[in-house]
């Protein structure tokens, strides 16, 4: 079988993106994960760029962070306890049923993980992910070896063939494990036909696929493992960026670090890591970020549970300053949920007259609230739409509000990837409709002279500078200020700041004051 080293030489000249081969690279390492749920409802669409708990790291970040496959061992010989599920079905499964369009692997694959051995964890969620992160490459290969397409209602054994054309080009799996093991799991999915074709397929594809790969990778698609609507909205919206933003969507974020400092400066937090033996590094933009050189379990690290650090992207970290808080200023933090940058607000500025954070979903206030127990803070938590200000407003006005709004995540993409899966063109108009109405149902609450920061997550055009200058269009007392920040590429309206150019997430933000309380 040719290396994947050689088929490196075919692909890896146009596409920087490219996974770790078998021929020995490891794959990069990422960061955390976000607690938002992945549903197709327009609130639910948000991804927090924040985990500050050991959840976040405990579970699939720690798999993610550490590289792309655990070292083959015990587990891919087939000997799993008595009556746990082959990891290798288990993320088959979770990745099915976003294939099907009914969940995100945020919500699907905890189920699965249940399931399967304490030691196999890493392994199902990584093979998950990653199987994610190059579904749009694998889905073209497994086209190019099957006869027919399958039926929606085999989206298990399609989401289980994936699974193995990942483990077989790139992960260090041996190719006699990673088919074995594969094609052994289907028995379980009670498709008396699943098995040979499986057996069939990836034997070809261990023959045949590099040679497939080389032909197909002319397709962009292929080549940035991107489905078309977005490869093509992305080149649209950055002709020069484009490739490099793919490229930075499929590598494996660093693990970021805030520190809280009412507990420490950053520099004093740097030092207890080098004591502690830990090599990081001073984010570059953010004045609390704090770069780990190797990941780890957040509960291990210094202070976790003290509340001296969160786990925070640096982008994320930059709307608490930018806010410019003041003692005695009241703030709205809407759509707070899990609430990093609450708590990050109260962690700035520690003589707010109050911080009140709204978000939809009672149920996920629930995280807010423990993130701001373990770091000893307060805030005035409401569950509600935030846009029916009449619902849950007191009347008395804000002087600073954090708009982080819904959006298509696609700046998260390398912490999401079944993001690529997910989304759908339809949804960014749909989001953008959305982030339009919060702006104006929140611009009467902002008092006069008072600030409203805009941020997403996204890095499509239409979710920030075109929802911002409708936005400005049509509000008489609404004035955009000048972010004073080296951080990101200048756009007509606030500033968009790229994964590829800082090494943080893809992330957006407006600066608006407003002047008077009239509006057009």
Not at 80 to 105: C, F, I, T
């Amino acid at each position: 079988m040719q290396s994947m080293a050689d088929l490196s030489q075919h692909v890896e000249q146009r596409s920087a993106e490219s996974p770790g081969r078998r021929s020995g690279r490891r794959a990069g390492r990422t960061g955390h994960d976000s607690e938002r749920q992945q549903g197709r409802s327009d609130r639910c669409l948000r991804r927090e760029r924040s985990a500050p708990d050991p959840s976040a790291t405990a579970g699939r970040q720690a798999v993610e962070l550490h590289g792309s496959v655990q070292q083959p061992s015990r587990e891919i010989c087939g000997r799993h306890g008595a009556g746990s599920m082959n990891p290798r079905l288990a993320a088959a499964k979770a990745l099915a049923a976003v294939l099907s369009g009914k969940a995100s692997l945020n919500s699907s694959l905890p189920t699965q993980l249940d399931k399967v051995e304490l030691r196999d964890r890493g392994l199902t969620q990584d093979l998950a992910f990653s199987t994610a992160r190059w579904q749009p490459r694998l889905s073209a290969l497994a086209a190019k070896l099957l006869q027919k397409p399958f039926k929606a209602a085999d989206a298990d054994v399609e989401a289980l063939l994936l699974v193995g054309l990942y483990q077989l080009f790139y992960s260090r799996i041996p190719a006699h494990a990673a088919i074995g093991e594969t094609v052994g799991c289907a028995d379980k999915l009670k498709k008396p036909w699943a098995k040979g074709l499986l057996n069939a397929v990836l034997r070809n594809a261990q023959r045949e696929g590099e040679a497939l790969l080389i032909e197909l990778e002319h397709d962009p698609v292929v080549r940035t493992a991107h489905p078309r609507w977005l490869q093509k909205a992305l080149k649209a919206a950055w002709p020069e960026h484009w490739e490099a933003i793919c490229a930075a969507n499929n590598a494996h974020p660093p693990m970021i670090l805030r520190v809280n400092r009412r507990h420490h400066s950053r520099d004093q937090y740097l030092e207890l890591l080098k004591a502690a033996g830990l090599e990081a590094s001073a984010c570059t933009f953010s004045q609390d970020g704090i770069v780990l050189a190797e990941p780890c379990d957040v509960r291990s690290l210094p202070g976790f549970a003290e509340g001296w650090i969160s786990v925070q992207d640096e982008a994320a970290q930059l709307a608490a300053d930018l806010l410019e808080l003041a003692p005695g200023q009241r703030v709205l933090d809407a759509c707070c949920a899990p609430g990093g940058k609450t708590c990050h607000l109260l962690e700035v500025q520690p003589q707010l007259n109050g911080v009140v954070a709204v978000d939809l979903e009672a149920k996920r206030l629930v995280r807010v609230r423990e993130n701001l127990d373990r770091l000893g803070l307060d805030a005035e938590l409401i569950a509600a739409d935030a846009r029916e200000t009449a619902q849950w407003w007191d009347g008395k006005p804000f002087q600073r509000i954090l708009l982080d709004a819904p959006c298509s995540a696609t700046g998260v993409i390398r912490r999401h990837p079944d993001i690529k899966l997910t989304r759908q063109p339809d949804d960014i108009v749909a989001l953008a409709t959305l982030q339009g109405e919060l702006l104006d149902a929140l611009w009467p609450t902002l008092e006069v002279g008072g600030m409203l920061i805009y941020a997403t997550c996204s890095t499509l055009p239409t979710e920030n500078t075109e929802v911002v200058e409708a936005f400005l269009a049509r509000t008489s007392g609404a004035r955009e200020l000048d972010i004073a920040s080296d951080a990101g590429i200048k756009q007509p309206h606030g500033r968009q700041l790229l994964a590829q150019q800082g090494g943080h997430d893809g992330f957006y933000y407006a600066k608006l004051i407003k002047i008077a309380a009239t509006r057009a």
